[in-house]
């Protein structure tokens, strides 16, 4: 037989070289789109269950995703106090589960409760963390040290600066019996209840519906990981000083939550289908309608296009959530808004050019194309809404500050608005009597934040070569050790360099007579992508200080309160080393005489019990209620 020709050398397998497997990038989780109870309705059966993926965690070779699931940012845990049970983890590295992402949806499975809870939120984490461009941190550590001493050179300190970081966000599927859900800043933790819905009789609601577990609500879920996220970038944010503060709390919660609805892709081509392309008609403003409907059979917990402007008015508005939901729905009219001018070409098309669409399902191509744009204004949209979230000033912040915040963040990425995002969200303010004080007209040149009015010498340079290590790909501790060394050395450089008036431009009082240092309570970086594809890197740094002040001023042996103020530096990594790198001063001054007596007319208006709960955590540690402000704010089971 002929012989066989020889296999040429670098064809022959060999021994030496072994073949790195490389962790997937994503993970493939099945969750509910909305509510359980969508699954049980013929009509929204079909997209009631999605599958979304989420980062791989932990993204390192050879490493598993303990059960729980316990990963960089969660810990999912698992205790039922009512029923006096522990439910054993979900193992989501268990090879069948990784076959079939991840357990199937059943409202009777605590494994899948743990599953839904921790998709959801790792989705509302990697949102925030894309449009604010830096990893999230969760609030310190509630028992960490109140007064550090940030000029002592005590080596203690970098030891009592790692105490205040908390790794970990815990989430308890099922915490408590009752028909509430919130974040515990006190815990740091997200608390999950569930409860026996209502059912409609003949003679209205009647008991002994179906339970309803708040844990495996879409919009609850990521509504209560945003309260969290938010409080790990504004912690004073929870201390109301004006009725807008916990109102925009909710309210923010509630727009990242029902802006989500449009990455599910099932979810959004049903709703356009449906509605035939007009979103005022749809659902996807409605949040949590399993949780509204078992409680008092309303269709929705909320609904942010339920009221007209008339109907939703600022001025009159009190409660939390009623005054939140004005905001809500000025957000989503702008949304709206947007997504009416980027479609009407495509219905000009459709329609041969009357405007009108021919009677009957639309064409699946039209579904697709309106759902690509609800989908990327949505997204636009909501990125706006968080980037703005690093130009609010840091305490008393109210609902114009946010309109003023959302134009400059904007401003700063896209300076050409083609779209006309900006003046859609000053319009919107403005149906609801929503207007900024002290600009001389609404125009978005007007709205913008200013810069500094003088140049305060060195202090944006110095704050310019901080060495920060923040990006998306760090190590979350090393983040916080780099943030919290930051903030020591522009505390000990603001105390030597800054005198009296400069101090003022920063909203800070440095007189003498002041009883308080100010606070570095933040600086954080904050990396963007242009449109032309250059990368903008900002320093944002947030400077607070208190005084005590009588709440009735003419009587001097009356109850006190905790006056703050301070302000947000917006500082240009990347400009010219020969300009001021600070962009932006928002201040809230200590000597503001119109602040301190809204303050107190705040607090004369408002229950005494009310405030003494949670108007300042810092000052009474000794009251556990006093860090519960959600709780107290759900507690008319609003979540």
């Known amino acids: ?18 073949p790195v497997t490389l962790p997937p990038s994503r993970r493939r989780l099945r969750i509910y789109s909305g509510d359980p109870s969508d699954a049980t309705r013929l009509a929204s059966a079909a997209e009631a269950v999605t ?31 009512m029923n006096r049970r522990f439910y054993p983890p979900v193992d989501l590295e268990d090879r069948l589960l990784l076959a079939q992402d991840g357990l199937a949806p059943a409202v009777g499975n605590p494994k899948f409760h743990q599953q839904m809870v921790y998709a959801v939120a790792m989705r509302t984490i990697e949102t925030f963390e894309k449009a604010l461009g830096r990893v999230a941190l969760w609030a310190q550590e509630p028992n960490y040290y109140k007064k550090p001493d940030y000029t002592s050179l005590d080596p203690n300190d970098e030891r009592r600066l790692l105490k205040g970081f908390v790794r970990r966000l815990r989430i308890y599927p099922h915490a408590f019996y009752g028909a509430n859900a919130y974040y515990s800043p006190d815990k740091v933790a997200l608390l999950f209840g569930h409860f026996q819905g209502k059912r409609s009789g003949p003679d209205g609601l ?61 979810v959004l081509k049903a709703e356009i289908r449906r509605s035939r392309g007009v979103l005022s008609r749809s659902g996807l403003g409605q949040l949590a309608r399993e949780f509204g409907m078992g409680r008092s059979g309303s269709a929705a917990l909320r609904d942010a ?12 508005e009190t409660q939390s959530h009623s005054r939140g939901a004005v905001l ?12 009416t001018l980027r479609t009407a070409p495509l219905l000009t098309v459709a329609s041969g050019g009357s405007g009108i669409l021919a009677r009957g399902e639309l064409h699946p191509t039209l579904v697709d194309m309106l759902a690509e744009e609800a989908r990327k204004t ?48 000053i319009e919107a303010f403005a149906r609801r009597f929503i207007f ?67 101090g003022q431009q920063l909203g800070l009082d440095l007189s003498a007579e002041a ?114 402000p959600f709780a107290l704010t759900h507690g008319g089971h609003e979540c």
Not at 566 to 583: E, S
């Open 206 to 266: 009647e008991p002994g519906g179906t339970t309803v577990f708040t844990c495996l609500s879409h919009d609850i879920i990521a509504h209560e990981t945003t309260h969290a996220l938010l409080d790990g970038v504004h912690r004073r944010m929870r201390i109301p000083s004006n009725p807008d503060v916990l109102s925009f709390h909710e309210a923010f919660a509630d727009i990242v939550a029902m802006f989500q609805h449009f990455s599910l892709p099932s």
């Open 328 to 339: 809500v729905a000025a957000v989503f009219d702008a949304f709206l808004q947007i997504y």
């Open 515 to 628: 009883t308080n240092r100010p606070e570095v309570h933040s600086v954080r970086p904050a990396t963007r992508v242009l449109p032309d594809g250059r990368i903008r890197r900002d320093i944002v740094v947030v400077l607070t200080q208190k005084r005590t002040e009588l709440v009735d001023p003419n009587r001097l042996d009356g109850e006190t309160f905790t006056f703050r103020f301070g302000a947000t530096l917006i500082v240009d990594v990347d400009g010219a080393r020969d300009n001021d790198p600070v962009r932006y001063i928002i201040s809230k001054s200590a000597h503001s005489e119109d602040r301190l007596q809204s303050a107190r007319g705040f607090l004369r208006a408002e229950p005494p019990s009310g405030h003494r709960l949670y108007f300042d955590p810092d000052d009474q540690p000794g009251e556990a209620s006093s860090r519960e």
């Open 1 to 18: 037989s002929a012989e066989a020709a020889p296999v040429p050398a670098r064809a022959r397998p060999t021994n030496n070289v072994v």
């Open 378 to 425: 949505a997204l636009h949209v909501l990125e706006i809404c968080i980037r703005a979230i690093d130009y609010l000033p840091p305490v008393d912040v109210t609902f114009s500050d946010y309109l003023r915040a959302l134009v400059t963040a904007d401003s700063d990425l896209v300076p050409a608005d083609e779209r006309g995002y900006r003046v859609a969200f």
């Open 436 to 502: 900024p004080e002290r600009v001389h007209s609404n125009s978005t040149e007007e709205l913008r934040w200013r810069g500094p009015e003088q140049t305060i010498t060195g202090l944006g340079a110095f704050i310019r070569d901080l060495p920060l290590n923040w990006g998306r790909d760090s190590d979350r501790l090393e983040a916080y050790v780099s943030a919290r060394r930051a903030a020591k050395a522009l505390q000990r450089w603001l105390v030597e360099n800054v005198g009296v008036e400069a």
């Open 51 to 81: 599958t979304v993926d989420i980062p791989w965690e932990p993204p390192h070779i050879n490493l598993r995703l303990p059960p729980g699931p316990v990963g960089e940012y969660l810990e999912v845990v698992d205790i039922d106090p």
């Open 305 to 316: 296009i339920g009221r007209t402007p008339a109907e939703a008015n600022y001025r009159t």
